[in-house]
């Protein structure tokens, strides 16, 4: 398979999707809801993000593929239904407080994750290589800013094994672009209905003197470091890391969105300071989890399925540009290296992404 196959493959794929999302989002905008004024542009976000290591570069294994689609709320009105499920999550010490001035948003997102061993042609797979396994999942995540801060409380369901459709999206699209279809999707991981819970915190801090806008020392180089943890039956890690960014209207976000378990990213846009502008901004940042759990490596919870075993620690390096035309339209372009993530895994994997989001 050459690589300017996979790059068609997943270039098609993208715009396939960009449509079926832009339907629908125009569907959920024509709602009755009115959020109300606010300072923010109130108007819903629609974004596709494909994560694929085949993207760029000419590779086919371990984590190949991930989608997600997500749709993102204008700033939410305080005495609505979704804001209650604020003020009762807030009940939580130190978690979505109530009394500081916030705004508040809700994203609500659809994915899929796909995993091979390195060789797809050897029937059954290397038990010493990662298990083949798909990952359907759809949830809410509950989003919350207060000046330069920022929490994110993310819940997906879904489900692992065969009944998340990895094998037919992989294999029917290879037999689709006549290229050779993985042999060993018999041997994967069993069906188990999956949950996550997820809270992360971002923290946007200028760097003093280094700008080029009057009073505005996040129009030049910030970092953007955050604390998270997730829990399931799925996932369960807690992670710490860091970005750096350089650009113009950095106060738009706290970094592009991505796909867990990953330097987690948000759904998070504030377009009300680009008014007709053009932001961008350049980034590079490092993540390290510590891993208890992740059924794509361990297997099944209760039964006996390929596994192979996990490694405790680790680390993600990336690097991306994000570009944005006003508020209407965005696009982020990004490249992540993954440290080993299971025993008796030689090297480590290289994943490209690419994000499109649309306001409405």
Do not use: C
């Amino acid at each position: 398979m050459t690589r300017h196959q996979h790059i068609r493959r997943a270039g098609l794929g993208v715009l396939a999707l960009s449509a079926f999302l832009a339907l629908h989002a125009r569907a959920f905008a024509q709602t009755d809801a009115d959020p109300g004024p606010s300072p923010h542009n109130d108007n819903w976000r629609s974004t596709i993000l494909e994560e694929n290591d085949s993207l760029y570069f000419n590779s086919d294994k371990h984590y190949t593929q991930g989608l997600r689609l997500s749709l993102l709320s204008p700033v939410l009105e305080p005495d609505g239904w979704t804001d209650d499920v604020f003020q009762f999550v807030g009940k939580i010490p130190t978690v979505f407080e109530n009394d500081v001035p916030s705004h508040r948003r809700v994203s609500w997102f659809f994915g899929q994750s796909i995993f091979t061993p390195k060789n797809l042609d050897i029937k059954p797979p290397d038990p010493g290589d990662r298990p083949y396994a798909g990952w359907l999942y759809v949830g809410p995540s509950l989003l919350q800013e207060t000046g330069n801060q920022l929490e994110n409380l993310e819940i997906e369901v879904g489900l692992v094994g065969p009944g998340a459709l990895g094998r037919q999206i992989q294999n029917d699209w290879h037999q689709f672009m006549g290229i050779h279809q993985a042999q060993g999707w018999s041997n994967q991981i069993q069906n188990e209905p999956g949950g996550v819970i997820a809270y992360d915190r971002y923290w946007r801090l200028g760097v003093p003197f280094v700008h080029w806008e009057e009073g505005g020392v996040q129009d030049g180089v910030d970092i953007v470091p955050m604390a998270g943890g997730t829990v399931g039956n799925v996932f369960d890690y807690a992670q710490i890391g860091a970005q750096l960014r350089i650009g113009h209207h950095l106060e738009t976000d706290y970094g592009p969105v991505r796909v867990r378990p990953s330097f987690s990213g948000t759904d998070y846009f504030n377009g009300e300071h680009l008014g007709d502008d053009i932001g961008w901004y350049l980034f590079a940042g490092a993540a390290g989890r510590a891993v208890a759990r992740n059924i794509f490596l361990d297997g099944n919870s209760f039964r006996t399925s390929a596994h192979v075993e996990h490694k405790t620690f680790v680390g993600d390096l990336q690097a991306g540009a994000s570009l944005y035309w006003s508020d209407h339209a965005r696009l982020d372009l990004s490249v992540m290296r993954r440290s080993p993530e299971f025993v008796g895994q030689r090297s480590q994997d290289v994943l490209g992404t690419a994000a499109v989001s649309f306001s409405w």
